[in-house]
Antibody, heavy 118, light 108 residues
Framework: QVQVVQSGAEVKKPGASVKVSCKASGYTFTKYYIHWVRQAPGQGLQWMGLINPGGGTTSYAQKFQGRVTMTRDTSTSTVYMEVSSLRSEDTAVYYC???????????WGQGTLVTVSS | EIVLTQSPGTLSLSPGERATLSCRASQSVSSSYLAWYQQKPGQAPRLLIYGASSRATGIPDRFSGSGSGTDFTLTISRLDPEDFAVYYCQQYGSSLLTFGGGTKVEIK
């Protein structure tokens, strides 16, 4: 069955970087885009961008351009998202999700809490 | 960027009642690219509806979606105790994806 499993919680200081992984299984990795969405405590969902695991191409939300990098490793069916220059406002749960059809997400990772605190 | 506005912010209803949730877009959205999600505390969102009106796999038929252009609706015909949660609409167009602010359906 399809599974999307993320790496564990992280605590980082302001100005640092964090890299979150998202390992997919149960389907052909290169055939479905992976998106990243974050959710600050008590807030709604915010789309960050996507990666095409097949070709490695990416598209980022304007808010995150220049500060977010998404990559993939096809040998391990894993997608990575790195956020640099962290600030306290980046404290959130970060989700990866598989795009099923027409931009909808049918399988989500369990979420990774990233806490930015001095 | 297309802004999605969900209303009401909170809906207080009793089990068995009908819930009607609205999602209004700042500009026209292709119906194919409008989805609805349910999220419970501490959990990832769950896909309910895609393409504005198609139920995702395993979603009960008490959930239905409708609408076009700038106005979309999620209807829960009879609320089950497990349906009390937050609901988000989402659109995808021109390589940009946005979510609405959410509607919380709480027990009255």
């Amino acid at each position: 069955q399809v599974q999307v499993v993320q790496s564990g919680a992280e605590v980082k200081k302001p100005g640092a970087s964090v890299k979150v992984s998202c390992k997919a299984s149960g389907y052909t990795f290169t055939k479905y885009y992976i998106h990243w969405v974050r959710q600050a405590p008590g807030q709604g969902l915010q789309w960050m961008g996507l990666i095409n695991p097949g070709g490695g191409t990416t598209s980022y939300a304007q808010k995150f351009q220049g500060r977010v990098t998404m990559t993939r490793d096809t040998s391990t069916s894993t997608v990575y998202m790195e956020v640099s220059s962290l600030r306290s406002e980046d404290t959130a749960v970060y989700y990866c999700a598989r795009e099923y059809i027409y931009g909808s997400f049918d399988h989500w990772g369990q979420g990774t809490l990233v806490t930015v605190s001095s | 960027e297309i802004v999605l506005t969900q209303s009401p912010g909170t809906l207080s209803l009793s089990p068995g009642e009908r819930a009607t949730l609205s999602c209004r877009a700042s500009q026209s959205v292709s119906s194919s690219y409008l989805a609805w999600y349910q999220q419970k505390p501490g959990q990832a969102p769950r896909l309910l509806i895609y393409g504005a009106s198609s139920r995702a796999t395993g979603i009960p038929d008490r959930f239905s979606g409708s609408g076009s252009g700038t106005d979309f609706t999620l209807t829960i015909s009879r609320l089950d105790p497990e349906d009390f949660a937050v609901y988000y609409c989402q659109q995808y167009g021109s390589s940009l994806l946005t979510f609405g602010g959410g509607t919380k359906v709480e027990i009255k």
